[in-house]
T-cell receptor, first 113, second 113 residues
Framework: GAVVSQHPSRVICKSGTSVKIECRSLDFQATTMFWYRQFPKQSLMLMATSNEGSKATYEQGVEKDKFLINHASLTLSTLTVTSAHPEDSSFYIC?????????FGQGTRLTVV | AQSVTQPDIHITVSEGASLELRCNYSYGATPYLFWYVQSPGQGLQLLLKYFSGDTLVQGIKGFEAEFKRSQSSFNLRKPSVHWSDAAEYFCAVGPTGFQKLVFGTGTRLLVSP
């Protein structure tokens, strides 16, 4: 199957700093990618839809100024958590679709201290 | 609104025993249904999916699932569980193949010797 690579897998940052997470489709092009957030012992919640060459679409309740998404090419979407706070600590996962299937990255564990 | 319910938070099964994980969904139209498995700290791997046709779907690793429209269910089964099956299992529903998936809260499978 297709491969989606996410980097970094783990990151620890200080409160108030920004962190960038990359999501790459390695062997296919993805005009649309999706960013999910997973709280401990909970399910994945869709945060936003990343659209190549245009603005991302955010789900209700997600702060677009806090979670900046850029999809500058057909194989790369980035999620930047700006001015991170401890409550932003979570597991972030991206996905990209090919055909009728979603392929997920391995996720990024963000810890804000 | 779409929703997915996985009523069992934890399930413990003896190795070699059969397994059934429950999933109920709420969706206005014929849904695309998925089962994913997540190992600790990892991304999601697709086990199987249902779009249309035969309501009994075969997946990877010996898993199968049956779509029952009358019960709005898509339960996952495996006839003989292996210790390596211990993981978190998520049921998901989506309007199309891979876009904007709505996930259940997950069921953690523990396999006892």
């Amino acid at each position: 199957g297709a491969v989606v690579s996410q980097h970094p897998s783990r990151v620890i940052c200080k409160s108030g700093t920004s962190v960038k997470i990359e999501c790459r489709s390695l062997d296919f092009q993805a005009t649309t990618m999706f960013w999910y957030r997973q709280f401990p012992k909970q399910s994945l919640m869709l945060m936003a839809t990343s659209n190549e060459g245009s603005k991302a679409t955010y789900e209700q309740g997600v702060e677009k100024d806090k979670f900046l998404i850029n999809h500058a090419s057909l194989t790369l979407s980035t999620l930047t958590v700006t001015s991170a706070h401890p409550e932003d600590s979570s597991f972030y996962i991206c996905s990209a679709g090919q055909g009728t299937e979603a392929f997920f990255g391995q996720g990024t564990r963000l810890t804000v201290v | 609104a779409q929703s997915v319910t996985q009523p069992d938070i934890h399930i413990t099964v003896s190795e070699g025993a059969s397994l059934e994980l429950r999933c109920n969904y709420s969706y206005g139209a014929t849904p695309y249904l998925f089962w994913y498995v997540q190992s600790p700290g990892q991304g999601l791997q697709l086990l199987l999916k249902y779009f249309s046709g035969d309501t009994l779907v075969q997946g990877i690793k010996g898993f199968e699932a049956e779509f029952k429209r009358s019960q709005s269910s898509f339960n996952l089964r495996k006839p003989s569980v292996h210790w390596s099956d211990a993981a978190e299992y998520f049921c998901a529903v989506g309007p199309t193949g891979f876009q904007k998936l709505v996930f259940g809260t997950g069921t953690r499978l523990l396999v006892s010797p």
